[in-house]
């Protein structure tokens, strides 16, 4: 799916949050939205996933869902936002119950998620158990599981320690590559931003106005 946003400005009461934003999320790319800390960019991605209405602009979105596509739009946070007393496993087979799929269809998608995910042998740990680059690969293996026409990501690394960080990048280029998918990723970081993104979107500091969209050549490593 395409996303094109057209002219976004936005205010909250008195606090002008974003001004004249214009980009395109291509099919099947990686787009990050990179800029300091209030400038926007969480209430951008919630625009970018129709969640919240700007005051002016609009957001367009076209093209085809995936195949397999259960829920149009998934969401990974910075905190993981993991059930405590659900397994990994568990984690992954509610939001599959919650599309009415049970059984060996949910298995088999749950098995192929976790291996590619590195969480074959920990389905049935506790997040409590996990590392947090684990239960931050939980989170991305419960969003992709679903098959989602476009993946928004808020932050997600920005709780893991920089060791992390970069193993977590790897498997995220890993995933993709295996299977291209549609992502919106919010970071304060750059170089996450210029590593992942076959697009950035760099905003200024708030009213956050686009400084400059850098298109990189990837394939990404
Ligand atoms: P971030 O860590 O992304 O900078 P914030 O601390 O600015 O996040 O905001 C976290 C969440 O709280 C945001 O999703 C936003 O919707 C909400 N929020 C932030 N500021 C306000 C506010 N002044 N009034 C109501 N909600 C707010
Ligand atoms: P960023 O993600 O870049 O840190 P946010 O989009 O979270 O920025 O917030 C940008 C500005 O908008 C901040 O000043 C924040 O306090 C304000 N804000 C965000 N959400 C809300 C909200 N729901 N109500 C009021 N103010 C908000």
Redesign the pocket.
Known sequence: MEIILEDISHS?GP?EVLRDINFTVPNGQIVCIVGP??CG???LL?FAGGLEQPQKGQILQSGHTPEGCLNPLTYIF?DFALLPWRSVYGNISLVLEHHNISGQRAAAIIADMLARTKLTDFAHALPKQLSGGMKQRVAIARALAVNPAVLLM??PLSALDSQTRELLMADFIDLWQQRPFTAIY?THNLEEAVRLGHQVVVLSRRPGKIRDVIHIKKPLT
Do not use: F, L
Request: aromatic share 8%; glycine share 8%.
């Open positions: 909250y606090t800390s209030g960019k969480s209430t919630r910075q808020d932050e919010v």
